[in-house]
């Protein structure tokens, strides 16, 4: 563990923590907010008048939503908290949204007691209660439940709204200690990347950003950092700076590729039939890293040929059968001086097993550049020239960040493909490699909950978390009573809205834990008043960033605002089981980092690395799955009746997919991130507003706009049968034609979310989210 915060760039600036803090009154954060070039002072962006920091009180504490958690310091002047500002020790900046916390802490609209519905759902009329009002109100609507539907009516869902420790890991005990509930399953984010990438590789939360800079080559796929990771960017531009080619593989001539030395467009959920193509050239022409593949991989292990499986050498997950081409017979794999065949196509052993090497090369076979061409629209030559540098170039980083690509159709595919590429050409272990993944402290150190979940008493089915307008409306798979809903916004960010909307008039009781009248609280029957970053302390320790913070409580939070401890708090305690809950926030910190070697006294003095420095997932190529080694066929795929090894399955919701439905709706749409927004978290601030304006916006290729009579600046509506999205027509060869790209995370006050269009399909392999192959049609508004 390293306590300095090591960035070679702060070095180079040479601020200490301490020296900072002397500094800081007089200290201006410049603050930026990607391609829309806001650059300032704090000075230039207050409202009204410059504060005098003179005599403020500073605290330090962290942006939590999914992003990369920044560390923030906030500025106090008679309790009231007038600036945020990136804190210098954190080696990338934290960007106008962190900033603008001061105004979400401020915000004249926070809710500030109990809400209590009057009208009907979505009507926005409320009466004030008490929270010992809603506190008992919640306790009977959870017995009525328990009563007529049993624990299965019970159901909770949290999202991505905030990483702290004392957030969601609390729910889950909550709910627990009232016996269990209905499950959600699967993330909208990155679900096929949660399970394809442990059984492969051996773990999740793997990131390469460490050493960016080291690369010579960069593979963008699918994937937009200079929004979506965007205070790394500077290492994606060393890099180039320092030679490194950088390509990018995107429907979208996205902000990243206006950045790369390449632009592939590809249409979307075709990725699979890509990196397969890519594969069939670099094994046919011999490009693959035989080292690699001999010391790190499984492709050599064999599979039999009756069941399909691969044939271990004992019974635990840790030694599988290969032909030793020495001694020309079949021995455990990690048996000493054997030369394992990636192939057994030749020998004698070729009538009752094959390797999953030639598993993989049939998958190939039919991928010619050609057809490749055909299916993803990436021209023969690109593929070829792809392939080459792909394998050739090194070290090559590939970034993938939870991309778009994945949240497609059979998303499973197109993230194996991408590793299958990455470990036959032993791009893993070393500075400037890898693929990067999200990541943070939580592949490093074991960080505990903080209070001790029960198992859940009985059976309970689930709903799969694309789907959870549909289940809740059909009562699937039984009927929900009781709904209680934190850190997410099911009415911008889950798909098919409509069924999402429908499905929170439909169950009786809904409660919403949240600072602002968002989307989601509008459909509630209680609004539960929540404390927002500065009102409360937490630790924030998870899998966006490096560094363990400690999130300090600098102001009282307005109203009666509460935690999410405090009232799972109060609600345990009239429940019967308020012990397990009546801790204090330090308290259940220290429990959290319990045999980490890190302590709350150190986190007060400051972020505490929670990685080594530089991170290098895998090192040296040791993976860490139970044979150490890349293990490419995956048992959970053929479980689920799909092939073991990646293959392409065309989308069905794809232009050419459903014939009569692409007949319909001929645009393919894809959903985009945006800067004014982390999904919907900040929409509604007032220099996001002014900055990044207050109408969601599509674009469209010039051609497909004129075929409709649609102009630049036009409004226009997107729509399928599952519903409307209205925007504003960007018109711009900057996307292919035939693929419109919609906007995440847009609030019904101004408008409505793009996903009352996405697709609701879920992944089969993973269960993921398929957004980004979603059809629809564009026409001007009336
Ligand atoms: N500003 C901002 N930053 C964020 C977020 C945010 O909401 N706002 N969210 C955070 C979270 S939770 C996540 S998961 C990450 C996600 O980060 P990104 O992956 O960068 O997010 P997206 O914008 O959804 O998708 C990236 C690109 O995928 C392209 N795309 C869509 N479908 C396909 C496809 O089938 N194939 C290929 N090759 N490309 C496709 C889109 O055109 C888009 O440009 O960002 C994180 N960072
Ligand atoms: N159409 C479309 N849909 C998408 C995507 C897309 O690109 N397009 N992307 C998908 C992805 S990658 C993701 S990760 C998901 C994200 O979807 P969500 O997890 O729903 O994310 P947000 O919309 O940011 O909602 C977070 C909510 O938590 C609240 N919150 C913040 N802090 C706290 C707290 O301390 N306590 C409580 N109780 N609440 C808090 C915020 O105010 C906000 O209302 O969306 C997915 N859905
Ligand atoms: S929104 Fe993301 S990039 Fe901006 S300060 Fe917060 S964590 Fe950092
Ligand atoms: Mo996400």
Redesign the pocket.
Known sequence: MVMTTENKRKEATKISRRTFIKGSGAAAAAVTLGSAGIVGTWADVAEGAPVDLTNAKTFTSSC???CLHHNLKGYVVDGKLVKVEANTDDPTKACLRGLSRVQWVNHPDRIKMPMLRTGEKGEGKWKEISWDEATDLIVTKIKETQKELGNQGIAYKG????F?QL?NPLSGAFFNYLGGSTPFVG????QVVTTTMPPMLGSRYEDTRDTIQDSKYILVWGTNPAVTMQSYMYRYMDAMSNGARMVTIDPRFSETAAKSDEWIPILPGTDAALGLGMLKIIIEEKLYDLDFLQNHSSVHFLVDKATGDQAKADDNETSYLVYDEISKSIVAHDAKGISPALSVANTEISEKYTTVFDLIYEETKIWTPEKVQEETDVPAETVIRLAHEYATIKPAMMITN?G?FQ?TEYGSYAVGIQFYLSVFTGNWGKPGNGVCDAGGVQTNLKINAPIKSPKPQGEFGSIPSPKLGEYLLADKPNKIGFLWV?????M????NTNAVKAALKKIPFVVV????M?P?ALYADLILP???VFEYTDLLANNRSHYVQLMEKAVEPPGEAK??LEIFTMLAKKLGFGEAFDKTPEELIEVCLEGTGITLEQLKQGPVLGTPDPYIPYKDGIFKTPTQKAELYMPMWKSKGFNPVVTYIRPNEFIHGDKELAAKYPLMAV???INR?????FGNLPWILETCGDKPHVLIHSEDAAARGINDGDRVVAFNDRGEHKCVAIVKDHIKKGIVA?E??WWEQHGG???YV?SDFVEPLGGG?S?NNTLVEIRKEA
């Open positions: 939590t939503m999914e999202g991505s709204g905030n702290g957030v993330s909208l984010c990155c939870m778009g949240r934190m850190t997410t916004s099911l911008t960010q889950f798909p834990v949240d600072s602002l968002t989601t929540n404390t927002t935690s999410d959903q985009r991130k927004t982390i999904h919907s978290t919609l995440n995370g979310s793009s996903s996405t989210h957004c």
